[in-house]
């Protein structure tokens, strides 16, 4: 799939975490490491046009790969379903003194009243979802659902 210029506001985050690139790609990448601080049930092929679908308890969520690069940047987009479309997500991983810095941009989100939610959800879900990768990187403590 072909990342295209897309619309609409943007969601950009940054995090330094105190582990190695590639512990940090892999948290991102894999189906243990995603368990681990994102959601309760991950399926994922790692290839371009690989599809990933993600559970978290009652959510659900389909995705594709559109680029990866070991341990430096994923690209993969993130189906909102019929009510909103694709939107597509950046993850950099940039080594930084003792750990990596996390640069994620998600793109594609529409500037209608009718996205507003949905862009205030990503929002916010990103901000917790980033403090639950550092704390699993960076001391192993896995997510809890309640």
Known sequence: MEVTNQTGRTVEREMFIAAAP???????????????????????????????????????VVGEIVRFDRPRQLIF???DGPQYGVTTC??????????TLV????TGFGDSENWDALYDGIIG????????????????IRKTWA
Not at 40 to 56: A, K, Q, S, Y
């Open 90 to 99: 950046t993850v950099d991983f940039i080594p930084e003194s003792d750990g």
């Open 103 to 106: 640069r994620l941009c998600h």
């Open 125 to 140: 879900g990103w901000v917790a979802e980033l403090a639950n990768l550092k704390r699993w990187a960076e001391t192993g």
């Open 22 to 60: 590639e512990r940090v790609f892999q948290a991102f990448t894999t189906r243990e490491g995603l368990e681990a601080w994102f959601g309760t049930r991950v399926e994922i092929d790692l290839r371009p046009g690989g599809v990933f679908n993600m559970w978290w308890q009652e959510e659900y």
């Open 77 to 79: 987009t993130w189906d």
